[in-house]
């Protein structure tokens, strides 16, 4: 199916009594045995070479990334990743002729010693090792498939679709590619809670308590220290790395790292010494 029919079809998805018309694209179902048949929840449209670079470029793949494509067509993101950037590289898709197609195109850019291809559904996959996700999807099925990136994938992975955005999770940056359109994002660490700690004031080492609220990477929070509570400025959430500062009060800035309930690092009062600080979320059984 070519991209111009993409538009179309996603009328018909979104228009139920419509999506029965006789014709109006190629079979959802698609066979992968003998008796058995699976649904397709997105048709085959390959995004173009230039788009792909694009998506690679956003995302800065390496040698060192491991990129997952989910839902992987005839394996162009997947090949160029590991030929282009000498990635190691995984493609899901539910299709079993796709899957052919993909292993053929790997053979021939004598890529297969970097790359895997998997039938089964993006749904299914397994993907916490990637550092990069790559998605030609439908709105849909972003949606759909938002909670598992956000909860199986490490903080920090990037994630790029072409053309179709999360919903209101907002991409950290948006680019044009000619008529196409490629998001990426930051997988978040979660922060969201009460934190005791201790920080540095002209009283010494004093005990105080950090809230933080989260809608994806977007932070705000207060820091209550000496009965009072400051409300924070600058905050920024980018994977593990956290920054903040105390928009009132004493002037404190903190620059950390999250690990699980967790957060490292450093803490400078305005005009003292950079001081080492732990916060520590609350119910986290220490
Ligand atoms: C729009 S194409 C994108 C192909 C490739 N990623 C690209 O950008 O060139 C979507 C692909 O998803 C596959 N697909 C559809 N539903 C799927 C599912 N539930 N699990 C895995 N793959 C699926 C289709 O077979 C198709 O190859």
């Known amino acids: 199916m070519p991209k111009r ?12 009594a419509a999506a029965h018309a006789e ?12 008796q ?24 800065g793949v390496t040698k060192d990334d491991v990129v997952y494509d989910l839902g992987s067509g005839d394996g162009r993101i997947v090949v160029m990743a590991a030929q282009k950037m000498g990635a ?37 996959a397994e993907i916490k090792d990637a550092t990069v996700v790559t998605l030609y999807l439908l709105p849909s099925v972003n949606l759909k498939i938002r909670y598992k990136l956000l909860t199986e994938l490490k903080p920090g992975t990037r994630i790029v679709s072409h053309d179709f955005d999360m919903g209101d ?3 950290d940056r948006k680019e044009s590619v000619g008529d196409d359109t490629v998001y990426l994002w930051i997988v978040p660490a979660s922060v969201e809670g009460t ?3 201790t920080v540095p004031t002209a009283r010494g080492e004093t005990p105080a308590t950090l809230t933080l609220r989260q809608e994806f990477q ?33 002037e404190l800035h903190f620059r950390g790292r999250v690990e699980g309930t967790r957060i490292h690092g450093n803490v400078m009062p305005s005009g003292g010494q ?7 979320r609350n119910g986290s059984g220490s």
Do not use: H
């Open 5 to 16: 029919m993409l538009v179309p079809y996603l009328a018909l998805c979104l228009l139920p």
């Open 23 to 34: 014709g109006a694209r190629e079979p959802d179902v698609v066979r992968v045995g003998q």
């Open 36 to 59: 058995e048949t699976v649904q397709k929840d997105v048709p085959f449209v390959p995004t173009r070479e230039e788009t792909v670079k694009r998506m690679l470029g956003m995302a």
């Open 88 to 124: 190691r590289a995984v493609g899901v898709d539910i299709d079993p002729e796709r899957i052919r197609e993909a292993n053929d195109n790997a053979r021939r850019a004598g890529v297969t010693s970097r790359v895997e291809f998997r039938q089964q559904s993006l749904f299914d």
């Open 169 to 171: 999770w907002r991409p």
């Open 195 to 197: 934190y005791g700690l």
């Open 218 to 250: 977007d932070v705000s929070g207060t820091l209550k220290l000496n009965g009072k509570s400051l409300p924070l400025a600058e905050l920024i959430l980018q994977g593990d790395a956290i920054s903040f500062r105390t928009a009132e009060g004493p």
């Open 274 to 280: 950079s001081r080492a600080f732990t916060a520590t």
